[in-house]
């Protein structure tokens, strides 16, 4: 029984993991997102990986949370993803985070 309906397919439930795998070895990737710029980015405690989303924001304001998996699906599978550098205040952010 299902917690919630699954609208994706199986390919997709592998090009997640993939994509979830590549963002662990690259360290970041940008949704991509014309509205905001949302970094993605996993950190683990111990063996458990956490998913985090940190916002630039127009004010230069750089904020992050952890998101649940079905979020960071639909950001992958519906907006894409963008992998390069970050700017210094997202980070930051993360490195904030990871001392939580």
Known sequence: ???????????????????LT????????????????????????????HILCTTLHSNDIADGEEIPTPLARDFIMDDGLVYKEPPEKVKR???RLEQI
Request: charged share 35%; aromatic share 8%.
């Open 22 to 49: 590549r963002i662990s070895n690259e360290g970041y990737a940008l949704v991509n997102d014309d509205k905001k710029d949302k970094w993605l980015s996993i950190v683990y405690e111990g063996n458990v990986g």
């Open 93 to 95: 952010e993360v490195n």
């Open 1 to 19: 029984m299902k917690d919630r309906e699954d609208t994706h397919s199986e390919a997709d439930s592998s090009t997640f993991i993939e994509q």
